[in-house]
């Protein structure tokens, strides 16, 4: 993409600035550079297509209105995170409301997953993969994106306490509240059926609990470039 190259050694912080100051293709520079991560992060926490794919437009159209709020005391890949997640909660929470029950349609849940999973993995690979997101979607919504963040993404506590603006002790208590609603729904899924975790090893930020399945790379298709900041109804 031309527009890439031109900006090809410009930083986040550079490019935002750009933005503000006009130049027409500075966001969407942002918007190539970090989709696939912020699409990675709604789908994992919302557990739909439709519904991540309108909070990535919600954030995004948040995101290119309240540029000019940006201040630099967070990288700005921070920065677009937290909109995505703050606005991943806001759907959820509706939907709640709503009394939806997000990731509960076999077909839908076949959808969610990764198209080399779906086409070729093993039946008993895609049904641990839609029990491991329907224990998922039990959780309620914060505790889900903390989740979602540490151990899916592979965040440090204190970046996901960044992003989601909140204390790194309430990530932490997060992670472990929704690590102990999951392993009762889990436990049958490991080989010895024993619900206990694997023998310690490096794992940085894990507790001894419910695992959550991996994040999926940026094989995961996300929103075309061309409708990533049109429309929407954004939250500056």
């Known amino acids: 993409m031309a527009g890439g190259a031109s900006h090809d050694g410009v930083t986040d912080q550079e490019l935002l600035a750009r933005h503000v100051e006009g130049?027409?293709?500075?966001?969407?520079?942002?918007?190539?550079?970090?989709r696939d991560r912020l699409w990675a992060v709604a789908l994992r926490t919302l557990g739909d297509r439709e519904e991540a794919a309108d909070a990535v437009q919600d954030a995004l159209?948040?995101?290119?209105?309240?540029?000019?709020?940006?201040?630099?005391?967070?990288?700005?890949?921070?920065w677009l995170h937290r909109i995505t997640v703050n606005a991943c909660l806001d759907r959820a929470r509706k939907a709640a409301s709503r009394k939806t029950a997000p990731v509960d349609d076999t077909e839908r849940l076949e959808q969610l997953l990764e198209p080399h999973?779906?086409?070729?993995?093993?039946?008993?690979?895609?049904?641990?993969?839609?029990?491991?997101?329907?224990?998922?979607?039990?959780?309620?919504?914060?505790?889900?994106a903390a989740l979602v963040l540490v151990d899916m993404q592979g965040y440090p506590v204190a970046e996901a306490a960044r992003i989601l603006d909140v204390p790194a002790g309430t990530i932490k208590s997060r992670c472990a509240r929704g690590r102990a609603r999951l392993l009762p729904l889990l436990t049958h899924?490991?080989?010895?059926?024993?619900?206990?975790?694997?023998?310690?090893?490096?794992?940085?930020n894990r507790t001894h609990g419910?695992?959550?399945?991996?994040?999926a790379g940026p094989s995961e298709a996300g929103p075309g470039d061309s409708t990533a900041v049109k429309g929407g109804g954004g939250r500056a």
């Open 23 to 34: 130049d027409p293709d500075a966001f969407g520079e942002l918007v190539r550079r970090h």
């Open 61 to 78: 159209v948040s995101a290119y209105r309240a540029a000019h709020t940006f201040r630099g005391q967070a990288a700005v890949t921070t």
């Open 117 to 144: 999973e779906s086409a070729s993995a093993p039946a008993e690979r895609n049904d641990l993969h839609r029990q491991l997101l329907e224990a998922l979607g039990t959780l309620p919504a914060d505790q889900r």
């Open 189 to 204: 899924l490991r080989p010895d059926g024993s619900g206990e975790s694997r023998k310690p090893g490096p794992e940085r």
């Open 210 to 215: 419910a695992s959550v399945p991996p994040a």
